[in-house]
């Protein structure tokens, strides 16, 4: 049955991740190729769908792009209901369902981490057509088993574990490698293991200084004098994870105008004085194991550059599976990485949800019967 879709408008959106522009070619050869619509592509995210700056998109646009970091449309973190304009936040569906209908856009398809599904969820409350993709290295989207960028992400950052053992090693060193994830701890926890850091810190589980030296003592006993320490951004020691933890509930439970502001000041506060937790962690290593500590911040090189084949291969069945839930009309869902397959799940089991590592998970149990300290 052919469907009614004749035009879609396609963006990426949030942090940029490898395989992007691997989805748009996926999505873009089935969409035009194989289905015959006409693809849109809007310009740095929500951002250029408020704006109405976008380019038509055609074969020659999805060509050559496989291999290619980032993303050639451009990103960018806006939020469609609290749109910044003049410093202050306004709700722009309005404004985006009118460019829409002016283009005479029948869907949009969001390729996005967890914040594009809540911007996703909100159109699609507001009645447009719209399909959201898991993109992120930090692969905390619910619903999905996994999102394309974590695998490539992962890859950078354990070949950087292995590299920095080479220079604890000569220096009978501990190195502390922060790595990115947000406020989950899976790229820390599976570049960790792939990489043999002898300990791995996520936010999931907060770690004892006392417990982290203990590892590292008895590494010394039996005659390793130096350590590598994979930190997520998100971990922090048990006291900084309670007193954040007491300003964010601080700020829930705010309710007037007076209180929310000073919560949300205390929190910015709080979030402030731990910004630099991996270099603390390292001095208190330091005066506890008598080891010199340094501090490598893996950082944006984690996002950049060509995706993996694994990345590939997702983000090219994805970007397919899209289109062919176009062409059938299935809107208002995640396309979601499920086995070997994909399944839709619909946005309102994801939206403004994080996945984050159980604590029962077979990779923890893996790294703990590998001798690897998780700083409990
Ligand atoms: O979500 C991807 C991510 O790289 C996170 O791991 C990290 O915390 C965040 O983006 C950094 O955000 P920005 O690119 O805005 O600095």
Redesign the pocket.
């Known amino acids: 049955m052919a469907s009614k879709v004749k035009r879609v408008g396609i963006l990426t959106a949030?942090?940029?991740?490898p395989g992007l522009n691997a989805v748009i070619r996926g999505f873009g050869k089935t969409a035009s190729l194989h289905y015959g619509i006409e693809v849109i592509g809007f310009r740095d995210g929500i951002r250029g769908l408020v704006e109405n700056r976008y380019l038509e998109m055609n074969r020659g646009t999805f060509a050559g792009i496989l291999t290619v970091g980032g993303t050639i449309l451009g990103t960018s973190?806006d939020k469609v209901n609290k749109y910044v304009v003049d410093g202050e936040p306004q709700n722009m569906v309005p404004q985006v369902q009118e460019n829409l209908e002016r283009l005479e856009i029948d869907a949009l398809v969001m390729m996005g981490?967890g914040g594009t599904a809540k911007n996703a969820k909100q159109l699609a409350d507001a009645g447009i057509n719209v399909i959201s993709l898991p993109k992120?290295?930090?692969n905390d989207i619910v619903g999905t088993d996994t999102s394309f960028g974590f695998a490539t992400a992962m890859e950078v950052a354990a070949e950087a574990i292995d590299r920095l053992h080479s220079t604890a090693h000569s220096h009978h060193r501990i190195i502390l490698v922060e790595l990115?994830?947000?406020r989950a701890g899976w790229?820390n926890l599976g570049a960790g293991i792939a990489g043999g850091a002898d300990v791995i810190l996520i936010p999931e589980i907060p770690y004892s200084v006392d417990s982290v030296t203990e590892n590292i003592k008895s590494r010394i006993a039996r005659g390793s004098t130096f350590s590598v320490i994979a930190v997520a951004?998100?971990a922090r020691d048990i006291q900084d994870t309670a007193d954040m933890d007491a300003a964010l509930s601080l700020v829930k439970s705010a309710n007037t105008p007076e209180l929310r502001g000073a919560a949300r000041t205390h929190l910015a506060n709080v979030r402030d004085s731990q910004r630099e937790h991996t270099f603390k962690l390292a001095r208190e290593l330091e005066a506890s194991t008598g080891l010199e500590s340094r501090v490598t911040i893996l950082g944006?090189v984690?996002?950049g550059g060509i995706p993996c084949a694994e990345d590939r291969l997702l983000a090219t069945r994805l970007g397919t599976a899209a289109a062919d839930l176009v062409w059938q009309g299935h809107f208002g869902v995640l396309v979601a990485a499920r086995g070997q397959g994909t399944e839709p799940v619909p946005l309102e089991e994801v939206a403004g949800k994080v996945k984050y590592v159980p604590i029962d998970h077979d990779w923890i149990a893996t790294a703990r019967k590998v001798g690897t300290g998780l700083g409990d």
């Not at 949030?14 to 991740?17: E, I, L, N, T, Y």
């Open positions: 949030g942090g940029d991740a973190r981490g992120t290295i930090d990115m994830g947000h790229l951004e998100g944006y984690q996002r």
